[in-house]
């Protein structure tokens, strides 16, 4: 099973910038990536950005094209999203997650405990 654990998150106001990290370890069983997801009060799920394991591949929510970039330090086991003009609807809580496919909807295997993101002035 893979631990996931997930770091960066917090208060910022409109325009900011957050760098959420997730550091991974433990067995690891066949996905396709290493993701995160978000969730807010009283919505759904929502995929954010995911990178594919074999190939470095990169996937993007349309609501975060442009302001959001995932990368990864294979070497320490870590992935990052760096969070540029960030708006009060990107507060949720974001979970760091492994992702089994992402075409033709996101389904995520397993997922840390998350960190808060709030956006608000």
């Known amino acids: 099973q893979v631990q996931l654990v997930e770091s960066g998150g917090g208060l910022v106001q409109p325009g900011g910038s957050l760098n959420l990290s997730c550091a991974t370890s433990?067995?690891?069983?066949?996905?396709?990536?290493i993701g995160w997801f978000r969730q807010a009060p009283g919505k759904e799920r929502e995929g954010v950005s995911c990178i594919s394991v074999n190939d470095g591949r990169t996937y993007y929510a349309d609501s975060v094209k442009g302001r959001f970039t995932i990368s990864r330090d294979n070497a320490k086991n870590t992935v990052y999203l760096q969070m540029n003009s960030l708006k009060p609807e990107d507060t949720a809580v974001y979970y760091c997650a492994t992702v089994l496919i992402v075409v033709p909807h996101w389904d995520f295997g397993s997922w840390g405990q998350g960190t808060q993101v709030t956006v608000s002035s």
């Open positions: 433990g067995h690891t069983p066949e996905y396709y990536a």
